[in-house]
């Protein structure tokens, strides 16, 4: 028997059982997912870096 743990939904708070059957975890539903997803996509979220680049820095995958 495993135990029940609950966590919060990291964008509205409610209190949710983390499980296999939740399909949108951390999240409560795909809503709260998809709100998160568009915090990151418009770099309202961000993981800090101490690399040299800055967001100034002229930055490409391409080879010169």
Sequence with gaps: MSEVINVNCPTCGKSIIWGEQSPF???????????????????????PSSGDLSDSDDWSEEQI
């Design 25 to 47: 975890r951390p999240f409560c539903c795909k809503r709260c997912q998809l709100i998160d997803l568009g915090e990151w996509a418009a770099e309202e979220k961000r993981i």
